[in-house]
Nanobody, 114 residues
Framework: QVKLVESGGGLVQPGGSLRLSCAAS????????MNWYRQVPGKERELLAS????????NYAVSVKGRFTASRDNAKNTLYLQMNSLKPEDTAVYYC???????WGQGTQVTVSS
């Protein structure tokens, strides 16, 4: 059974940093590209970052490029999102997902506010 558990969210001041984690199980994590998304109530889910199965290749949305970095540890079946220079508009629920699999985790809330 595929399971994705996001963690690491919280309240942070503008300009601050957070590192999100996504613990994956139930599938061969090292074989899949993984994505990070976020969603604000009333808006569509936004694709933020994509990382290849080896971690060598990454792509980012314009809104987060240069501030967010996706990485993974295939030995630990864990995906990460390092978020720096956070802005109030980054406030959202953040999710991880393998685009090839139709499973979502519960997400982790990130709130950027002074």
């Amino acid at each position: 059974q595929v399971k994705l558990v996001e963690s690491g969210g919280g309240l942070v001041q503008p300009g601050g940093s957070l590192r999100l984690s996504c613990a994956a199980s139930g599938f061969t994590f090292s074989g899949y590209t993984m994505n990070w998304y976020r969603q604000v109530p009333g808006k569509e889910r936004e694709l933020l970052a994509s990382i290849s199965n080896t971690g060598i290749a990454t792509n980012y949305a314009v809104s987060v490029k240069g501030r967010f970095t996706a990485s993974r540890d295939n030995a630990k079946n864990t995906l990460y999102l390092q978020m720096n220079s956070l802005k109030p508009e980054d406030t959202a629920v953040y999710y991880c997902k393998a685009p090839a699999l139709n499973y979502w985790g519960q997400g982790t809330q990130v709130t950027v506010s002074s």
